[in-house]
């Protein structure tokens, strides 16, 4: 995943060369939504970075800053001020397209980049927790007298929420997998992680080492949640020893995971966001907690059964000589 540092003047004539289309991670794993109108913008945006040698990093660390004006302005019980909340989080997620965008135009990719792209959801939707639970104390007279309840509703839900996020990203990079191949996918095995951190030296990689700690502990929890994925990947690296995987097992995993991807993108930002505003519009921000709760939950969970499935189908397949 780690690329080397690349000059200005090298990211600059690397964008020039590279079409819109070609800054898509797949047509399989794109959202409607996204390609309609996050990705052309997104696009836009890292062309202009591109020219001026502003890097991804500091792509997401500005929608960062501007998901988390958003929250602020969601506290407040003014529809207008609400109205421009809104306004900012678009913004934000036009960058966090943007920021992935350019790092394919350039070839910046770093795991950095990749932890600082999760972590700026996570700012975002935290301060978006707080601000929804302390306007709900300040207007609402039933949460004036219990307190707990939004705290607890809250609390719930964005660990929902970042198992959600997490869980559909896993999926996601998993079918990119088996669809474009190592390269075009950022799918990681944790003890190829412990092993690179243990080579790392303390010295003058401190950063390095301590980023490297939380994406494996990220990583970790994808693994636990997917045992049937993990046993799949096991036998196909027993089984083909380091060889190419048969294009057949590709296609055919491809076309089991493919129906699976809608949900990925629903789990993802724009339904859960689009939820959140009809719930500022109409007074009751409490409603997107609930949704999240069920309905996001829900699908989460059918995702995991239906995609342990396919995986515990294509290792019997295997086992059996399939694709021998």
């Known amino acids: ?8 003047e090298e990211c600059r004539k690397a964008a020039e060369q590279v079409s819109y289309r070609d800054t898509l991670k797949s047509m399989d794993t794109e959202e409607h939504i996204d ?3 996050y990705r052309p913008i997104g696009y836009m945006w890292a062309k202009l970075a591109a020219r001026l040698g502003i890097t991804p990093n500091a792509i997401t ?4 800053f501007l998901g988390v004006g958003a929250g602020i302005a969601f506290y407040y019980n003014n529809i207008w001020i609400n109205i421009l909340g809104m306004v900012l989080l678009v913004w934000a997620n036009s960058f966090d397209s943007a920021d992935g965008q350019l790092a394919r135009m350039t070839g910046q990719y770093s795991r950095l980049g990749r932890i600082l792209d999760g972590l700026a959801g996570d700012f975002w939707f935290a301060t978006i927790y707080f601000a929804i639970c302390f306007r709900e104390i300040a207007t609402s007279p039933f949460f004036m007298e219990h307190h707990w309840v939004i705290w607890t509703l809250a609390v719930s839900t964005g660990l929902c929420h970042a198992k959600q996020a997490s869980m559909a990203d ?7 997998f088996f669809l474009k191949g190592k390269e075009g996918s950022e799918l990681e095995n944790v003890d190829d992680l412990r092993e690179r951190q243990k080579a790392t030296p303390w010295k003058g990689h401190f950063w390095s080492k301590v980023t490297m700690a939380f994406y494996i502990n990220y990583t970790v929890s994808q693994q636990k949640m997917t045992p049937a994925m993990q046993a799949l990947r096991v036998e196909l690296r027993d089984r083909f020893k380091g060889g190419a995987i048969p294009q057949k097992f590709r296609d055919d995993f491809r076309m089991m995971s493919l129906p699976l991807m809608k949900y990925t993108n629903i789990l993802s930002f724009n339904w859960r966001v689009i939820v959140l505003f009809i719930s500022l519009f109409i007074r009751m921000p409490w409603i997107y907690f609930v949704f999240e709760f069920t309905v996001l939950n829900s699908l989460m969970v059918y995702m995991i059964v239906r995609h342990e499935k396919i995986c515990r189908t294509m290792t019997q397949r295997l086992k059996d000589g399939y694709y021998d």
Not at 61 to 64: G, K, P, R, T
Not at 170 to 176: A, G, K, N, T, V
């Open 1 to 8: 995943m780690e690329k080397a540092n690349k000059t200005k």
């Open 35 to 37: 390609l309609w109108f």
């Open 61 to 64: 660390i500005a929608s960062i």
């Open 170 to 176: 896993h999926y996601r990079q998993f079918h990119l």
